[in-house]
């Protein structure tokens, strides 16, 4: 009976003992969350999680420091993370700041040693508007800052990398709050901070969009109905025409360009008489020397042509050269010659 007893006794604290049910979610106000769970003897129980406060740290800061951990305290604003996702910065008060970059460190260490790459590690995401920057130059009382981190980090820190004179004070506060911004959005032609760009498409009316600029930010474009627009036109194309020749010459009148090739998308040649044509190009203005033969030489009626589209353009022989469109033995002729020019 005593070891009935002791069974019955014990057996509550087995079964909780074998339960796997976990509770997950922050209260970044700090306090307590009550949830039921069910064990695994099927008995819905209470778990509480404790949850600590967001932490707060203030200061001005009013000397530089190049990174590292031989910085003064008054180069720079810490806070620990104490096991928080992220943390916020929000510009308190200035005092005359002249030349202050200030840039964002973080530790992964609990703030014995310090990372910095390529000025700072972490990014500023500017609350007001979703800029995403390495570093800020310029300060005004109110701007606030989600602070992009790594995984693993322990300890972040707000460090002036350059100051000439002058203070800005910060508040820095440890917290689980989400960037509600989309990672690297920003308006068109805006710089990426980090390698890697997401961004949401626009719709635009009927018309060109605006353009964007090589290595920066920009977005799928729609039309009203929400159609995507794929522009498949070259950026840099070109035409020529020869109208009414009597002997091989040129169709471009200038070169290509160095280090830059003609590539041919279409052609469409006439004659007045039977004769070859066909398009060559060279090195040399008039194509009278070092001459390569671009196309076969087509064999044309009096009074006949043709039209050619290639789906793989064609490429000049050479860089910096000149298109020519070239005869046999007839007379009068004319040609039109389509296509783009790129290295």
């Known amino acids: 009976m005593k070891r009935l007893l002791i069974l019955l006794a014990l057996w509550p604290a087995f079964i909780f003992a074998q339960s796997s049910t976990k509770i997950v979610g922050p209260n970044g106000s700090g306090g307590t969350e009550t949830a039921k769970v069910t064990n695994n003897n099927g008995e819905q129980v209470d778990v509480t999680r404790v949850q600590g406060a967001n932490t707060t740290t203030s200061g001005?800061?009013?000397?530089?420091?190049?990174?590292?951990t031989g910085c003064a305290a008054t180069s720079y604003v810490t806070v620990a993370l104490l096991g928080k996702s992220t943390a916020g910065a929000q510009v308190t008060a200035t005092s005359s700041p002249s030349g202050i970059t200030l840039v964002c460190d973080e530790s992964l260490d609990g703030g014995t040693t310090w990372s910095q790459v390529a000025g700072g590690n972490c990014a500023f995401d500017n609350a007001t508007t979703w800029a995403k920057t390495t570093s800020i130059t310029s300060f005004t009382v109110g701007d606030?800052?989600?602070?992009?981190?790594?995984?693993?980090?322990?300890?972040?820190?707000?460090?002036?990398?350059?100051?000439t004179s002058g203070t800005v004070t910060l508040s820095v506060t440890a917290t689980d709050a989400v960037d509600p911004s989309v990672a690297f959005a920003g308006p068109l032609n805006a710089a990426p901070p980090l390698t890697g760009t997401t961004d949401a498409g626009v719709a635009t009316a009927d018309g060109a969009p605006s353009a964007a600029s090589a290595g920066n930010l920009t977005s799928l474009n729609m039309d009203l109905q929400r159609r995507l627009r794929v522009n498949i036109a070259h950026p840099n194309p070109f035409q020529c025409t020869a109208s009414a020749q009597s002997a091989t010459g040129n169709c471009t009148?200038?070169?290509?360009?160095?280090?830059?090739?003609?590539?041919?998308?279409?052609?469409?040649m006439s004659t007045s008489v039977a004769q070859t044509l066909q398009v060559v190009s060279s090195t040399t203005s008039g194509c009278g020397s070092g001459t390569t033969n671009l196309t076969a030489a087509h064999y044309l009626p009096a009074n006949g042509g043709f039209a050619q589209h290639y789906i793989t353009p064609i490429k000049a022989g050479a860089a910096n050269s000149y298109l020519c469109c070239a005869r046999g033995t007839g007379a009068s002729f004319s040609c039109d010659i389509q296509g783009y020019i790129a290295p």
């Not at 000397?63 to 590292?68: Q, S, V």
Request: aromatic share 8%.
């Open 144 to 163: 606030t800052y989600n602070l992009m981190l790594s995984g693993g980090a322990t300890n972040v820190r707000i460090r002036a990398n350059a100051l």
């Open 253 to 268: 009148t200038s070169a290509s360009g160095a280090s830059l090739f003609y590539y041919i998308t279409s052609i469409t």
């Open 60 to 68: 001005a800061i009013s000397t530089a420091c190049a990174g590292g």
